[in-house]
């Protein structure tokens, strides 16, 4: 499809083997930091070649040297041929994050590699790639991606396309509803039959229901809407966007489809 912007699917170990069949990216959930500030990978992982590295930081705390880290992940990334790294700080902040960042994207532009970041570490270096999530309840997704490339710049900012299921009771008094399971959903269209509808703005599919509780609104993802998403990110010219497998394991192979 003209325009789309690059899948590249993040997985974990159990998941890789399949993930690499896609013909994708994959970015490996297998690495984190582990005691003494090293790097550690997963077991019983085979060699794997290309793609990217996401870096779990959940056990750093700082204190010590980053010089030695750095060259361990340099140095896995060279053997493993990967493009660029996934800092993994589940959303946090701390100041050890920030100065890791910085430094790590640093190191990675001088080897010609990327450093994709949570957003709250945006301000570490202007080197990084800011992750922006998709998932929106309100707004359009296309101001959203340029809210972000206004205030990063285009090359600075990738997407991170989660794959949402939520049902929102109304009035919706937040912009966060009960997330639903993939059998919850189909649960809910086979009980009540609903027709569903496209947001343009969102680029997600919605439905409403009735039920003792009263009325909600549904609000979910198939192919077509990630397709679209993906779309309307090539245009304002993001390069990547990373999906979770296996989320999207059962449509991985229409995500591209004309």
């Known amino acids: ?25 994959v970015a490996y959930m297998i690495y984190r930091i582990g005691r003494g500030h090293h790097l550690f990978r997963a077991q019983g992982i085979s060699r794997i070649k ?4 996401v870096l779990d930081t959940d056990g750093y705390i700082g204190g010590g040297p980053s010089s030695a880290l750095i060259m361990e992940i340099l140095g896995e990334c060279e ?15 701390a100041m050890p994050l920030m100065l890791l960042a910085g ?15 949570h957003e709250v570490l945006s301000g570490a270096s202007d080197l990084t790639v800011v992750l922006i999530p998709t998932a929106l309840s309100g707004g359009t997704l296309s101001g959203h991606i340029g809210d972000a490339t206004a205030k990063y710049g285009t090359g600075r900012v990738a997407l991170e396309i989660e794959r949402v299921r939520m049902d929102f009771t109304l009035p919706a008094k937040t912009g966060t509803g009960t997330e639903l399971t993939a059998d919850e959903l189909k649960n809910l269209m086979d009980e009540y039959h609903p027709q569903s509808f496209l947001s343009k703005d969102l680029c997600a599919y919605y439905f409403t229901y009735h039920d003792k509780k009263g009325t909600h609104f549904v609000l979910y993802d198939n192919d077509t809407s990630i397709r679209r998403k993906l ?18 394991s059962d449509i991985i192979d229409r995500l591209t489809d004309v």
């Open 103 to 117: 430094h790590l994207a640093a190191e990675l532009k001088k080897h010609g590699l990327k450093l994709y970041i």
């Open 79 to 93: 053997k493993n041929n990967f493009t660029g790294i996934v800092l993994d700080t589940g959303g946090k902040a």
């Open 1 to 25: 499809m003209d325009n789309m912007t690059n899948i590249i699917i993040a997985a974990p170990p159990e998941f890789i083997e399949a993930a690499s069949r896609s013909g994708f990216a």
């Open 50 to 53: 290309g793609g990217l590295m």
């Open 231 to 248: 779309t309307a990110a090539g245009k304002l010219g993001i390069e990547d966007a990373f999906v979770f497998y296996p989320h999207v």
